[in-house]
């Protein structure tokens, strides 16, 4: 309603949520539950956010396909049937939209009011104390926080400066992940985990030429070393080249134009390297990271020009404990799963804080950042991990001892006749307890949780002698472990 002065006053909320992503659904769901507290989520493109539409989903969408396929050639009996046949790349992607919602978000607005939760369409940012401002396609909307706002805009791809990248539009990962057509040749600068996936699909769709371009000395810098040189020699024994040691120095591309997301943007692009040779592709996928997406938020409303939070995910720098970040944008974890373990945290601070609950006990604390983050490759072979690598756990100054084997158990005979894996745990001495795990091989992603637990829970190795792995299952792989260091 208008005031007197012709203003029209800001609606209020007791939470407003600026991003509409997992991990801000999780936090105005958690925020709001079991309570008559309101809770509203501002959001410019799609409720659910990259995951939903442009990385977790479609990706694991277009990466399991082949998966099966792979393991269908690798278990007799199968693969007789199946011949010479490949991917039919229309189902694949039939299928992958039908994960995205052909990116209609209608399902998740009826989840969030079925929480108890609005949903605001637009552009938000800080605008003070408290404040919001939403730039809508109706105009402009103040809302105002009576407890909390909270920070949820998650990240945007990292373009290099390089001479004439942007210029020849190349593709990021809502080009790969979305693709509408496959293309022939591809080079993929970068070498972490939006890269080697994306080489494995392109593979499994059909791309005659992938190479990727690594500017350090390995892939996946920062995992194990044997889990690193099992994913290349993997992709190479497909085809796929990997180049380290080299980074594009120019880039130039023949009638580049904005064809739409996941079609290939105009003619052969030239990648000039800086080893003074040329790569000549049909497309290029710039998959070198990505930074916090703070530009616009209005960060200096509050004094602030980044954003970086302690443990209760309250923002630093800010009094008052009424801003909050999660996900991508706090700065801590880039992982889908650690931004709703980061919603689940703050939700419930939020909670406690609106009844003047203590918030000191563990429930209220992130403390799984740093050393206790599971992340899944789903490569082939996958990387599942979990906690500080060795390197990382000797560089924090721990006394380290380490068990690694192959995986070979009857669970994973049975599972295909190709399985092939390895597994390392990192122990530290003067607790005896897991500091890290690490395991490649087939699906071995199922085999994390466990290990994620015996880190969280600071589990007594002599303990995990209790934990009987049913048989046969590639689980046994535990007991192997144990075994192993018992000498």
Partial sequence: MPSESGAVAPTEYDVVVIGGGPAGEVAAQYAVAGSDRTAVIVEHELLGGECSYWACMPSKALLRPGSVLGAGRAMAGVRESLGGNTLDVPSVLRRRDRFTSHHDDSGQESWATSVGVDVLRGSGRLAGDRAVVVDTADGTRTLAARLAVVLATGSSPTVPATPGLREALPWTSRDATNLAEVPDRVAIIGGGVVACEAASWLLDLGA???????????????????????????????GAEVRTGVSAAAVRRASPRDTGVGRIHGGPVTVSLDDDSDLVVDELLVAAGRRPAIAGLGLESVGLDAVSTDDHLTVAGVTGNWLYAVGDVAGRSPLTHMGKYHGRICGDVIAARARSHSVDGDRYRAGA??????????????????????????????????????????????????????????IDRASDTLLGATFVGTEVAELLHAATVAVVGAVPLPALWHAVPAYPTVSEVWLRLLEARRG
Avoid: M, Y
């Fill in 208 to 238: 005659r030429e992938v190479t990727l371009l690594v500017r350090g000395p390995a892939l996946l810098a920062s995992a194990e070393p044997f889990a690193r040189d099992a994913v290349a020699a993997a992709l190479r024994a497909r």
């Fill in 369 to 426: 950042d740093g050393s206790a983050v599971p992340q899944v490759v789903f490569t082939s072979p996958e990387v599942a991990s979990v906690g500080r690598t060795e390197r990382a756990a000797r560089a924090a100054g721990f006394d380290v001892e380490t068990v690694d084997l192959d995986i070979a158990v009857a669970g994973s005979s049975l599972s295909r006749d190709d399985f092939t894996g390895h597994a390392k745990l990192v």
